[in-house]
């Protein structure tokens, strides 16, 4: 899914017609290439594409002083279907993409030290906290500001509860493994190369669960 696209379109529609240099301060003002997954620099190429697409179309340019003129694109008919499109597509889904860290403690992790392990998982889970911290405390700033909006709001603190959980979560795999320091690695089924998820047979040992905690600092390249 373009979510380059998705935000283009998105500021278009919202704001009226824009040039590339405001759509993209918007985007790193927002900070959205890192939380949102999109490629702010890519816009300006989006930007061109759309146009060849009909999606967006140049209304005039703009030139002040000495500084390169600058394209001011705004949303057409096609783009607003367009935009609809990307928007369902973007809210629908409930699960979560690649999960790195599941695939590392699942498959790789049985071959760390424990220790250096555990230290390992603690410095990821004080990044988070820290992150938590901070995400906070710009949310409370920017509402006494008077800055976002609803949905606004609503996202940075969906952030704020994702980096909170995994930090929880963190704490509980490290308690289990101060209880059980050298965990024992699981038994690789018969036929695991045609076994499917939930293919369980009797005497097998149960394969290690896929990890489905929310991924807070994980950003999808767009």
């Known amino acids: 899914m373009n979510l380059t696209r998705l935000m283009a379109l998105g500021t278009l529609a919202r704001y ?5 240099h405001q759509i993209r301060r918007l985007a790193d003002l927002t900070n959205v290439g890192e939380w949102g997954g999109v490629s702010v620099g890519a816009l300006y190429r989006e930007l061109r594409a759309m146009e060849g697409e009909g999606l967006v179309e140049t209304v005039r340019t703009e030139q002040v002083g000495r ?4 394209t001011v694109y705004e949303i ?3 783009g607003q279907v367009e935009l609809q499109s990307l928007r369902e597509q973007a809210i629908k889904p409930t699960g979560f993409g690649p999960d790195a860290l599941g695939v ?4 790789a992790a049985e071959g760390m030290d424990p220790a250096e392990l555990r230290d390992t998982l603690r410095a990821r889970r004080n990044r988070l906290e820290i992150s938590a ?3 906070a405390a710009e949310l409370e700033r920017l509402t006494a500001r008077g800055y976002l ?3 606004q709001a609503a996202i940075m603190r969906r952030g704020v509860m994702h980096y909170e959980a995994e930090v929880r979560w963190h704490d509980e795999l490290d308690a289990e493994l101060a209880a059980t320091p050298e965990p024992r690695a699981a038994a690789l089924p018969t036929g695991a190369g045609d076994a499917r998820p939930g ?3 009797p005497g ?3 394969a290690a669960p896929a990890s489905s905690a929310p991924k807070a600092d994980e950003t999808t390249e767009t």
């Open 67 to 70: 500084r390169p003129a600058r």
């Open 16 to 20: 009226g017609p824009q040039h590339g």
């Open 104 to 107: 590392a403690l699942t498959f």
């Open 204 to 206: 097998d040992e149960p």
């Open 149 to 151: 909006g609803v949905f």
């Open 133 to 135: 911290v901070e995400l």
């Open 199 to 201: 293919d369980a047979r």
């Open 76 to 78: 057409t008919g096609d």
